[in-house]
């Protein structure tokens, strides 16, 4: 296989297929992952259009938890199982998955229940050959290899209190808790696992996005850079964020922020790494 064009791949029977370009975007949980996905995407113009013809795609972490046995199911209904270590994702399926991607090939990605804690093959989503892809979770930047695949990394920085005022709601009307069975799994494991797996690897990312979703400036600043590498002829993917050259230097950070002061008070809406 030919890789001969910062988006297209040749492959040896003359096919030319999209090569990706591939977006991590970690942070702890209810930070806003997911809408700050949706709204990179509706802001790049892929909302109400058939999925087989979209050029951004989302992909949920939680596609990849590993089957549970029963016993270990009878302990997730008491929130006494730990889904935020990493042992509990299959590292092996996620890398195979996400380098299938990368080569053009389309894959199919089960969808993820909450309220049965299984995979979800009755509402698998099928990831065509696309532009950009996004693969959000709690871990995304845990595992070295699936770290490397990425061109670009994102990490969602909301604040603890206001994750788990996201998360009691949200586990409760939507994924079918109870608040004890909340409280207990948050105290027992999610709030340790976020210390000590998920908070240490904000910094391998390249822009970090204070308030989550509400920071308007630093999306559009990420959308405009998305368009620029996507731009026909554009360079860019070879430069820059890019999967090979994956040693980000913590120090080396610009901030850039919200208002034209520059205050050292303000908190950054996004701070950009260079490289
Ligand atoms: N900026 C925000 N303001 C208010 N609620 C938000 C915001 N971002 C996300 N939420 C809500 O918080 C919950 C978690 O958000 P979500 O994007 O699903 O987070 P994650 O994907 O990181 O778990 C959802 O119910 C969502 O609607
Ligand atoms: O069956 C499950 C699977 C996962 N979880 C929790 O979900 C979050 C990750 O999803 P976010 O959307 O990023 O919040 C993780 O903290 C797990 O604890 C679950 O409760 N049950």
Redesign the pocket.
């Known amino acids: 296989m030919d890789m001969d064009h910062a988006h297209t791949l040749s492959l040896p029977n003359g096919d030319v297929v999209k090569k990706p370009f591939l977006i991590g975007v970690a942070g702890g949980?209810?930070s806003g992952?997911?809408t700050v996905c949706k709204k990179i995407m509706t802001e790049l113009g892929q909302t109400d259009m058939d999925h087989t013809q979209r050029q951004v795609v989302t992909i949920s972490q939680?596609s990849f938890?590993r089957e549970l046995t029963a016993a270990e199911k009878a302990k997730?209904f008491q929130g006494l199982y730990n889904?935020?270590h990493p042992d509990a994702f299959d590292e092996q399926l996620m890398y195979d998955t996400l380098e299938a991607i990368l080569k053009g090939v389309k894959v199919e990605i089960p969808g993820?229940d909450?309220k049965t804690?299984s995979l979800d093959y009755e509402n698998k989503l099928t990831i065509y050959p696309a532009d950009v892809v996004l693969f959000e979770?709690?871990l995304v930047f845990y595992f070295p290899k699936i770290r490397d695949l990425f061109h670009m990394k994102l990490f969602v920085d909301t604040d603890s209190d206001t994750r788990l005022a996201r998360?009691v709601p949200r586990?409760i009307n939507e994924?079918g808790r109870d608040l004890d069975a909340v409280l207990t799994?948050y105290m027992t494991?999610?709030k340790p696992a976020f210390e000590e797996f998920c908070s240490p690897t904000k910094k391998f990312a390249d822009v970090i996005i204070p308030r989550g979703a509400d920071n308007t400036v630093a999306i559009d600043l990420i959308v405009h850079h998305i368009g620029e590498i996507l731009r026909p002829g554009s360079s860019a993917i070879n430069s820059g964020a890019n999967a090979s050259s994956n040693t980000a230097n913590a120090h080396n950070t610009t901030n850039v922020n919200s208002t034209t002061t520059s205050s050292s008070n303000h908190t950054p809406s996004a701070m950009i790494r260079e490289h």
Request: glycine letters at 4%; aromatic letters at 24%; zero cysteines.
């Open positions: 949980t209810a992952k997911s939680d938890y997730a889904f935020d993820y909450y804690n979770g709690i998360r586990d994924r799994q494991f999610v």
